[in-house]
């Protein structure tokens, strides 16, 4: 029997983010379409050559994407709403796939690209991971016809330069789940995306291709009918076509679905032994003897080293008799690339340590181990083991009086003291805001100015003082022109802050930090995720400085800015050796710590923002009020400590939340902010049926994408709302955070956002 191994995605933002970068220029008109498919290119050789380096036998292709691997997949199927086409037919250009993905303002958008004014796509979670996908849409008569074939021209690449690569295409059942249907039911175009398939299949087959490796993640999901019947015709049909498929499954197990995807006529099955680790039996029991089974051993959504003596354990009874690959769990899009790249991190837990890379090398170790026996590699195993004996028993992973704090919560501290409508009465009388109240979500513009002021100060070149001038300066200039626009609650813009999450994490006790492990999030969008790797607490306040110098520049209320416990635990890289809620738990008593200094120091307005609730909520249905009550419970365990006249804010993002409904009302914030610009108002629907008690601030400025809205559509946007909510519970604000926006939009943006309200109130 042989043992081999595959990658099922490999990171696409190059170890220091060139695709960044590169995207960024050709946004801003510095480079052209030739120059950034040049560093595209570059990035993909790159990737194939490091894979093939370290050992893997099946590498992917077409996994690489300028912005969003769905995205790419409705470009391709012709899945191209009205507003963006173009008045030519044809296959979409790069400035169509753009504008699907961040809108456009205007009559061009600044790359010689003519497109009429159009909002984004609608972007949510892809499953329940930190990465955003741009949400497919099927109009009522839509024609889908294909589009350039990006996954055989990738295959064709790789191909010249000598390397066979097994491409990775999105399911059609997936995509049709995942797909919005105006008016009509995505899976009542089953049969159009079939035959679309079929020809994308028929031409890899042309082109050489052996393999495709054919992602359906929502075969862990319950399915419904419509859906277990749609994979039975899919594959009926797809199976005779061309190559030979790998049905890939990832982030969780297939358990009631187990018997429907054996059954389906593939060549072969990848399977999550990493989020379910029991469902290796039942997967060897189902699978006929002549599938393929690809074993996803290695976690590909976080950065620890695995317990290799326990997975060998575990897969040479398996081995010995039957063909294995064994991969990474998922993607590995969801982890930073090279740990090499991180000389400055503690050595300690450096050891404890895989990113994408060191992933590779250990599924090359295990491969070697079950081909050749594990004295062939005796010496690598026993570095691995003993990192994993050393782990366990660091002292810098347990603190007792955390665990003695946490021990001694009560019921009591998870609850506020007046009701939702006395405590509104009482913030009513000391906020003193009008009616439509204006905010923003909390950061303003990280200009350039501000990055490199940071980095100097990372690099010593500037002292502390020169340092906390500056930002002083940046804070000052900030409060200054909300007073100027009319805003009614302000925000000290978050200018000291690198992310959201890092700052709080670099300030708490157990996290760690690294210099280039970043993450897409979307587009050019990358994140650093801290690693939360031991008990959590606060030695000092983390805002309260900067939350009384703001205050002191102006009469109207400032908001005390916090990432909640939930968010800080699902945006970081987390422990596994406790449960998830107990780590939850120890970040909520630290940020409750913040919220009592912010209150004594006289802030009556703090948000605690938990833009992750919805993420982290498990696949199966079974599983989400579980994880609903200990999220709860760590939200209101933070936020419950103040008195009624202080208002508790949070804010939400880019996520379906009506069937959470329930869960947010009991929360017991007093505000809520969410994204409804892209969905048009759409999320309120359910807010409305729920019977929302608490007041809410639905996002009018879609602040992903480049267009700067008008006071008439953010007038019409809450005039939608109004017909949800009553007046006196909403609020006005963007979707979410500036930082990632330039002042230039966000100056005009603002202000028509004050005009509107101006207006619904009567005032203009």
Wanted: proline share 5%; charged share 25%.
């Amino acid at each position: 029997m042989t043992v081999t191994v595959a990658t099922l995605g490999f990171p696409r933002i190059g170890p220091r983010r060139e695709l960044k970068f590169a995207l960024e220029k050709y946004w801003a008109g510095k480079i052209g379409e030739a120059e950034l498919r040049e560093a595209a290119a570059g990035l993909r050789t790159a990737a194939w050559a490091r894979q093939k380096a370290l050992g893997t036998d099946w590498l992917p292709s077409n996994d690489f994407s300028l912005y969003d691997h769905v995205l790419d997949l409705s470009v391709m199927l012709g899945a191209i709403p009205g507003r963006y086409r173009a008045a030519a037919d044809g296959p979409a250009d790069l400035g169509t796939y753009f504008a699907m993905a961040r809108g456009k303002t205007g009559a061009g958008d600044g790359c010689g690209h003519a497109h009429g004014s159009v909002t984004a796509g609608e972007m949510t979670k892809w499953f329940d991971t930190n990465y955003h996908y741009i949400v497919p849409e099927i109009e009522p008569g839509q024609t889908l016809a294909l589009g350039r074939l990006k996954i055989v021209e990738d295959y064709r690449e790789a191909k010249a330069q000598g390397y066979e690569t097994r491409p990775v295409l999105l399911g059609p059942v997936t995509w049709l789940s995942l797909a919005k249907g105006h008016g009509v039911d995505p899976f009542d175009r089953l049969d159009d995306v079939l035959a679309l398939y079929a020809d994308i299949l028929r031409g890899l087959a042309q082109a050489g291709a052996a393999w495709v490796q054919i992602d359906e993640p929502i075969l862990v999901t319950d399915l419904s009918e419509r859906q277990r019947l749609a994979f039975t015709r899919a594959y009926a049909r797809l199976a005779r076509t061309g190559p030979r498929l790998m049905l890939t499954t990832y982030f969780g197990g297939l358990e009631d679905n187990l018997s429907l995807a054996a059954a389906l006529p593939v060549a072969g099955l990848h399977v999550d032994l990493v989020r379910a680790p029991e469902q290796l039996d039942a997967v060897l029991k189902a699978a006929p003897k002549g599938l393929l089974l690809s074993l996803g051993i290695i976690d590909g959504r976080n950065v620890w080293r695995a317990d290799l003596d326990a997975l060998l354990a575990r897969l040479e009874p398996v081995a010995a008799t039957r063909d294995l690959i064994l991969a990474p769990s998922c993607s590995l899009l969801h982890v930073p690339i090279d740990l090499a790249l991180e000389p400055k991190l503690d050595e300690e837990i450096r050891q404890w340590l895989a990113f994408a890379v060191q992933k590779i090398a250990e599924l090359d170790l295990l491969r070697r181990a079950l081909n050749d026996g594990r004295a062939s590699v005796a010496e690598p195993l026993a570095t691995a083991a003993r990192a994993a004996a050393e782990r366990k028993t660091s002292p810098r992973i347990h603190d007792a009086g955390v665990q003695a704090r946490l021990a001694a919560v009560t019921p009591a501290m998870r609850d506020r003291q007046g009701s939702r409508a006395e405590r509104s009465r009482v913030q009513a009388e000391v906020l003193g805001l009008p009616p439509f109240p204006t905010t923003t979500i909390g950061s303003f513009p990280q200009t350039a100015d501000v990055r490199h002021a940071r980095a100097e100060h990372g690099r010593g070149h500037l002292d502390d003082a020169g340092y906390e001038q500056f930002l002083r300066e940046e804070t000052a200039r900030a409060i200054r022109w909300q007073e100027e626009v009319g805003l009614d609650m302000l925000v000290h813009g978050e200018f000291e802050r690198n992310d959201m999450v890092q700052y709080f994490g670099e300030q708490l006790s157990g996290f760690a930090f690294t210099i280039h492990g970043w993450v897409q999030s979307y587009g050019s969008r990358c994140v650093r995720p801290p690693i939360l790797y031991g008990d959590v607490s606060r030695p000092a306040p983390m805002t309260v400085e900067w939350w009384l110098y703001a205050q002191s520049l102006t009469d109207r209320p400032v908001k005390g800015m916090l990432t909640g416990p939930v968010t800080i635990l699902n945006w970081s890289f987390v422990r596994d050796d406790q449960p998830r809620a107990a780590s939850c738990r120890q970040i909520a008593l630290a940020i409750r710590d913040e919220v009592a200094d912010l209150e004594r120091a006289g802030c009556r307005a703090i948000q605690i923002d938990e833009a992750a609730l919805r993420e982290g909520m498990p696949l199966r249905r079974r599983d989400g009020q579980p994880y609903l009550d200990w999220a709860v419970d760590a939200f209101r365990l933070s936020a419950a400590g103040v008195a009624d006249a202080t208002q508790i804010h949070t804010h939400m993002c880019y996520s379906e939340f009506n069937e959470i409904l329930p869960a947010i009302g009991a929360m017991d914030a007093d505000v809520i902010s969410i994204e409804t610009a892209r969905s048009q108002m759409a999320l309120l629907e359910g807010f409305a049926r729920y019977r929302y008690p608490g007041e809410i601030g639905p996002g009018v400025y879609d602040i992903h994408s480049a267009r700067v809205p008008t006071e008439a559509e953010m007038v019409a946007l809450m005039r939608l709302a109004q017909h949800h909510l009553r007046p006196e519970q909403l609020w006005i604000n963007p979707d979410c955070g500036l930082k990632t926006r330039r002042w230039e939009e966000v100056r005009p943006a603002i202000a028509a956002m004050v005009a509107a309200a101006r207006r619904l109130r009567g005032r203009g």
